[in-house]
């Protein structure tokens, strides 16, 4: 009985000294960071980026969800999205002519997330049921229309929050899930690969509730999680997280990969994005919305996408904003919710197509909308 | 000056006085009213009386929206030659599509406008042809016997003569559309499907009788090729323009729902088409409108459109207009023909039949309808006695007798030439599910039901807390009869069951081990003191032997077992090797130190209180060829094959079969389906993001074990926490959830029977949120007996608990949401009490529904006098 207060002790001494190198981290780096992005950009003479608010407009608007749209993702070849909604219902449109090409019903109606393969060939859906559904494309419907399921992925004890598939690796697909971990699988086999935190300590220690990989070495990818923080991880290396990132003071809703892939931002429930650099660790801007005079709650950010060159970050907000934001200046440049056709409800998911043409939204008013570029475009 | 001021202030412009823009600026050109071309003024008199026939005057080109948005607004009351102003001023183009077509369009119009009358003349039929024709169909509402071909041409070479069909009916049609001209709802009012050749949208004319057009089912618009995908946009309800979204469909084109056009194969993938058919035929904005359709003469509303359209045996082809229901014997027919066919009887539909409702002049009465008289023939053919124009009850099954008499005269079915005669005479003969009504409910609930309708009466009831698995479970074995669980959830359970049994054993193991090493530490104490010890070594011996200590050969399993599981690999032997140790386990179970270490398992927190009734049976269990019962299923609590979410479906005639009899509403009710979903309360904690998916839910019902109260868990952090108070705890978080800021709850209070056996052992108060618990329980009572205490109030001292904890909880959802809980009491092993739980929470769900009729509420639990002080 004695060894196990011993050993209380000793854990509480531990946790504490814990706590005090990283405060000693945190306040080294606050004397390095001299400088963020927006203060050397505007040091360098960067012109912000301007849009009129006709420059950005929604072309098409996809309807036929009868429940709020939870994700949305976009095919790397075709112009093909699939989105879940709560209706319980996965929908595979054509952006260019904004129908439907399939309507998947699925088994479990309490969708949170779904994304296409590399190949387009299949998509991939998880939500409270705690597992990750594959389904199959080309396979032939059954008599009542329901798609059969070409796999199920199961051993998550959580809800599966958010699945994305490796790049250019149709059999690999990663998931995070609320059970604190990540899980690469092996779509062929239903297989787990390896398990990303859980009895690991250097883990998240809440859901974890998004994952980027990384596009240019896709061995990397982060995720972000309710205890605040994002973690990279190394695929090869399940046992622990390469790297933890601090500085969020709410749930990390979101987190996405810079296109150059050596830098990644992030979306939270405290009303910021932040943009830290993944090989050394530093927060490198934050975009803070002004409050609102009336209003003391901020709305929280739900998901965010870059532009195909970074310079432009878009943010949705729980209150039905979806903030264009300069990346450089950490100005905004347009609200798409003040636009006209912009969504009724909370923006709940964005994608940016992979040739960055179109942007998607999703959002809680059963609708998707497609936005374009249509202003001229000056070549700064 | 003043002026001046006055001026800038009413500008909301600043004049742009910056460098030369690159690009050319879209214009507005002033408007000029007298410019606009209004059209001229219908010939008939705009005073006529027949508000549907008097044209109504319309201009075109003009952008469909302004165009349809303006007979909108002028709906056939209105047929003075208004329509032109507002669609003036629709020159404001708010299209959806884009807003870079939007430029264009108004680009285009602004220009347009002042030079329209010329345009017009290259794309409509010149100024003669502009006064349009309004399309007030009545279609629907005509009985004639030919109604039906005209529906089923929809190809676009008939579309034009069919219209000039449709024309000629309307006149006949006439009287009948004034009736329901009356409710305001058989005339499609947005109707625009004109005679022009020309794209809506566009405004070119093109195609050979409006070929290579698609038209909007709902107001006719038509739109050409290039048009069409940006008029219809994604079409969640098939082909309508994007501004009819939500409308009903033209009765006119209800035949062409579903039916590919060509102009959308041409556009669209295959795959694309199929699914836009399917989203057409099966959305429920182009079902068939409730308020259409008349039967006995009296309109429906959409609960009984549900029940008549998911009957067992509905009518076929239903579609707006009057018609008798028989409800006695299933009849079914147009308002003033014989019979159509024979449906589902007993639904409650429609108001009382008539007695002319067929139109017969034969005298003879069939449940107080006058029969017509290809109906008496076929009576006469099945050699029933019509001498002296009798009246005649028939029921469902064909039997009738005769009014007010008792005896069952026959079958007017059995006789098989009647069977034979009927397609002859034209007369409907039973369908074979007809008169399976009511028996055969669970078909009902296993039947594919269309999207639209499980959506309208599907009825969310979300369960969380304690026992609710168990309350899953036994709803899955009240409401699916036949296989509640498949064979391989059964054989999930089965392997989580048997290696379940290791688990158990294994605490008890080491339970038994610190039972042991305590009670010989205890006894070396005394030992020192003890005199005698000194000279006796062989005592010694004896001394180690407690009752906690096993025999050698069951030792040595248990160290293996333990030492099994401390590696890690206890997974591996044991659901492979479970039988062949059965025997032993069962031996160690049963051995008294094991025992011994049951009976002191309060001390064991993580022993369930179901590992008795499996390891009672622990070689049977760990028999390959073991079945499970529906009682292990039930016991199996904590263990269910999806741990994250369960859901079973029901509806609620099984129901009402329960203790408290069928009441008349129920027959209404038999299409509702009611859906339990069971979440696991583990994963909630405040800020819980995925509660967002159930704001859909009608009830929230919580579930808290009353026999928690002594018992406590350790956390993560160590903290040693009470089970009530931590169910407390996560009651708050889901009733402040803001998800759940106006749902209903319903507490149940489990597992009473576990409270019953522990109350007297181990006081309320032991839980500090029960501290002030101090029933009255009279002396003479006290002493006569503990098991059956009773107070002055008659309640037992469990009754007094449970009542004192369901109060605890009220009162603080009354503090957290000024609101009433409803509270009830199950024990989710007895089947027939967690069937009154559900039903009580169903009647929570329906009397919710009807509070705003009946006004102010007040919980069934009303809070009697209580047995207890405060």
């Known amino acids: 009985m004695a060894s196990v207060a011993e050993l209380k002790e000793k854990h509480a001494?531990?946790?504490?000294?814990?706590?005090?190198?990283?405060?000693?981290?945190?306040?080294?780096?606050?004397?390095?960071?001299?400088?963020?992005?927006?203060?050397?950009?505007?040091?360098?003479?960067?012109?912000?980026?301007?849009f009129n608010p006709t420059d950005l407009v929604c072309c098409r608007t996809l309807q036929g969800h009868s429940g709020k749209v939870y994700s949305l993702d976009w095919t790397p070849e075709k112009n093909w999205i699939v989105s879940a909604s709560q209706d319980g219902r996965l929908i595979v449109w054509n952006a260019l002519t904004s129908q439907k090409t399939h309507a998947i019903k699925l088994h479990c109606p309490w969708v949170m997330t779904c994304a296409f393969a590399p190949n387009g060939q299949s998509v991939a859906c998880?939500?409270?049921?705690?597992?990750?559904?594959?389904?199959?494309?080309?396979?032939?419907?059954?008599?009542?229309?329901?798609?059969?399921?070409?796999?199920?992925?199961?051993?998550?004890?959580?809800?599966?929050?958010?699945?994305?598939?490796?790049?250019d690796q149709e059999t690999r697909l990663i998931t995070s899930s609320g059970d604190q971990t990540c899980v690469l699988w092996d779509v062929t086999t239903g297989q787990r690969i390896s398990i990303f935190g859980g009895e690991f300590p250097s883990g998240h220690t809440a859901d974890v509730q998004s994952v980027s990989i990384n596009s240019s070495n896709t061995n990397m990818f982060v995720s972000g999680s309710c205890d605040t923080t994002v973690r990279l991880w190394d695929i090869r290396i399940a046992s622990r997280a390469v790297r933890t990132y601090h500085g969020h003071e709410g749930d990390v809703n979101s987190v996405k990969f810079f296109p150059d892939g050596h830098r990644f931002g992030t979306g939270s429930d405290d009303g910021t994005c932040r943009l830290f650099d993944m090989r050394t660790g530093h927060q490198l801007q934050v975009y803070s919305r002004e409050p609102d005079r009336n209003d003391n709650e901020l709305p929280t950010v739900t998901s965010i996408a870059f532009s195909i060159s970074g310079r432009l970050l878009f943010a949705g907000y729980s209150n039905g904003d979806c903030y264009v934001w300069d990346t450089l200046l950490a100005e905004v440049v347009l609200n798409l919710g003040n636009l006209q056709n912009s969504?009724?409800?909370?923006?709940?998911?964005?994608?940016?197509?992979?040739?960055?043409?179109?942007?998607?939204?999703?959002?809680?008013?059963?609708?998707?909308?497609?936005?374009?570029?249509?202003?001229?475009?000056?070549?700064? | 000056m003043a002026a001046g001021a006055s001026a800038r202030d009413y500008s909301f412009a600043a004049e742009y006085d910056g460098p030369p823009l690159p690009y050319s600026l879209p214009r507005a050109i002033p408007l000029d009213l007298s410019r606009i071309p209004l059209a001229a003024l219908s010939s008939s008199p705009p005073a006529s009386p027949s508000a549907s026939s008097s044209p109504l005057p319309v201009v075109r080109p003009l952008t469909p929206s302004s165009l349809c948005s303006a007979i909108h607004a002028h709906a056939h009351p209105a047929p003075r030659s208004a329509a032109p102003a507002p669609a003036a001023g629709g020159a404001v183009v708010d299209s959806p599509t884009s807003v870079i077509e939007n430029h264009h369009a108004a680009a285009h119009h602004s220009a347009e406008l002042p030079s329209s009358p010329s345009d017009d003349e290259g794309a409509g039929g010149g100024p003669e042809a502009l006064p349009?024709?309004?399309?007030?169909?009545?279609?629907?509402?005509?009985?004639?016997?030919?109604?039906?071909?005209?529906?089923?041409?929809?190809?676009?070479?008939?579309?034009?003569?069919?219209?000039?069909?449709?024309d000629a009916d309307a006149g006949e049609a006439r009287p009948r559309a004034a009736a329901g001209q009356s409710s305001g709802s058989l005339s499609p009012a947005h109707w625009r499907g004109g005679r022009t050749r020309g794209c809506y949208r566009c405004g070119k004319g093109g195609g050979f009788w409006g070929r290579d057009k698609e038209s909007c089912l709902a107001c006719g618009a038509r739109y050409c090729v290039g048009c069409v995908l940006r008029a219809m946009g994604s079409m969640p309800e098939g082909r309508k323009c994007l501004e009819c979204i939500g409308r009903p469909v033209a009765e006119s084109r209800r035949g062409a729902l579903g039916r590919g056009s060509r102009v959308l194969r041409r556009l669209l993938s295959a795959a694309e088409v199929e699914l836009v058919m399917r989203s057409?035929?099966?959305?429920?904005?182009?079902?068939?409108?409730?308020?259409?359709?008349?039967?006995?003469?009296?309109k429906l509303s959409p609960e009984e459109l549900v029940v008549l359209q998911g009957c067992p045996c509905p009518p076929s082809r239903l579609r707006p207009g009057f018609y008798w229901y028989d409800k006695v014997s299933g009849f079914w027919g147009k308002e003033g023909h014989k019979p159509h066919c024979?449906?589902?009887?007993?639904?409650?539909?429609?108001?009382?039949?008539?007695?002319?409702?067929?139109?017969?002049?034969?005298?003879?009465?069939?449940?107080?309808?006058?029969?017509?008289?290809?109906e008496l023939q076929m009576l006469k053919l099945a050699g029933v006695q019509c001498a002296g124009k009798p009246h005649f009850w028939v029921n469902a099954d064909g039997t009738y007798q005769e009014e007010g008499q008792k005896t069952v005269k026959g079958k007017i079915w059995d006789k098989p030439i009647v069977k034979l005669l009927s397609p002859v005479l034209s007369l409907p003969t039973p369908n074979k599910a007809a008169n399976q009504s009511g028996e055969d409910a669970v078909n009902i609930v296993n039947r594919v039901i269309p999207d639209y309708l499980e959506q309208r009466t599907t009825q969310k009831l979300l369960l969380v807390g304690s026992g609710a698995s168990t309350i899953i479970k036994q709803a899955k074995f009240l409401y699916k009869s036949g296989k509640p669980f498949s064979v391989d959830e059964r054989e999930d359970l089965k392997l989580i069951i048997q290696s379940n049994i290791y688990n158990y054993l294994i605490i008890l193991l080491e339970g038994r081990e610190r039972f042991e090493e305590e009670s010989l530490a205890d006894r070396r104490k005394i030992s020192p003191s003890d005199p005698s010890s000194s000279g006796c070594c062989e005592s010694g011996v004896c001394d180690e032997v407690t009752e906690y200590s096993l025999i050698p050969r069951l030792k040595a399993f248990s160290d293996w077992i333990l030492k099994a599981m401390a590696l890690g690999n206890l997974e591996d032997i044991f659901p492979a090797a479970s039988r062949e140790y059965a025997p032993l386990v069962e031996e160690l179970w049963k051995d008294p130190a094991i025992q011994a270490t049951y009976r002191r398992r309060s001390e064991l927190p993580f022993l369930p209180p179901t590992a008795n009734y499996f390891l009672d049976k622990a070689v049977d269990i760990s028999r390959t060829e073991y079945e499970l019962s529906d009682m292990d299923i039930l016991y199996a609590?904590?263990?269910t094959s999806s741990d994250g979410l369960a859901s079973t479906e029901f509806s609620s005639p099984q129901l009402s079969l329960g203790g408290l009899g069928v009441d008349e509403s129920d027959a209404q009710d038999t299409l509702l389906r009611y859906q339990l979903i069971r979440i696991n309360s583990r994963g909630l904690h405040e800020n819980c993001k995925w509660l967002q998916m159930f704001d859909d839910v009608r009830l929230v019902i919580f579930c808290v074990a009353a026999s928690d109260y002594d018992e406590y868990y350790e956390d993560a952090n160590g903290t040693i926490v009470n089970k009530m108070v931590e169910s407390r705890q996560l009651f708050e978080s889901i009733v402040l959830h803001p998800t759940f800021e106006q749902m209903d709850f319903l507490l149940l209070l489990t597992k009473s029977d576990l409270l019953e056996q522990k109350i007297n052992d181990s006081p309320l108060t032991s839980c500090d949120w029960f501290d002030d618990f101090t029933p009255l329980i009279s002396r003479n009572l006290l002493s006569s007996s503990s098991k059956s205490t009773r107070s002055s109030t008659g309640a037992t001292l469990p009754q007094m608990a449970a009542h004192y904890m369901a109060t605890k909880f009220k009162r603080l959802f009354q503090l957290l949401t000024d609101r009433k809980l409803y509270v009830s009491y199950v024990n989710t092993l007895d089947q027939e009490s967690v069937r009154l739980a559900i039903h009580y929470g169903r009647e929570i769900v329906k009397w919710e529904e009807e509070k705003p009729v009946f006004g102010a509420s007040e919980t069934v639990y009303s809070e009697e006098p209580s047995s207890f002080t405060h």
């Open chain 1, 13 to 50: 001494a531990a946790t504490a000294s814990v706590n005090s190198l990283r405060e000693r981290l945190r306040q080294r780096r606050e004397t390095l960071l001299d400088t963020d992005v927006a203060r050397y950009s505007k040091s360098q003479g960067r012109a912000p980026v301007s």
């Open chain 1, 126 to 167: 998880g939500g409270l049921d705690s597992a990750c559904s594959i389904f199959n494309l080309n396979s032939q419907a059954d008599r009542d229309g329901n798609m059969p399921v070409s796999r199920i992925l199961t051993g998550h004890k959580g809800y599966v929050s958010s699945c994305q598939y490796v790049p």
């Open chain 1, 343 to 380: 969504h009724d409800g909370r923006i709940s998911c964005l994608g940016m197509s992979s040739d960055g043409s179109a942007l998607c939204t999703g959002s809680w008013d059963k609708n998707l909308k497609i936005w374009a570029f249509s202003g001229q475009r000056k070549i700064v």
């Open chain 2, 132 to 166: 349009l024709k309004p399309r007030h169909h009545q279609p629907a509402v005509t009985f004639a016997e030919t109604s039906g071909s005209l529906l089923q041409s929809s190809d676009d070479e008939d579309e034009y003569e069919e219209e000039e069909d449709e």
């Open chain 2, 280 to 298: 057409e035929r099966e959305c429920a904005a182009n079902q068939l409108r409730a308020e259409d359709v008349y039967v006995n003469g009296t």
């Open chain 2, 342 to 374: 024979i449906i589902t009887a007993n639904l409650n539909v429609g108001g009382s039949l008539d007695q002319k409702a067929s139109n017969g002049n034969t005298g003879i009465l069939i449940n107080g309808r006058e029969i017509t008289k290809s």
């Open chain 2, 637 to 639: 609590d904590g263990i």
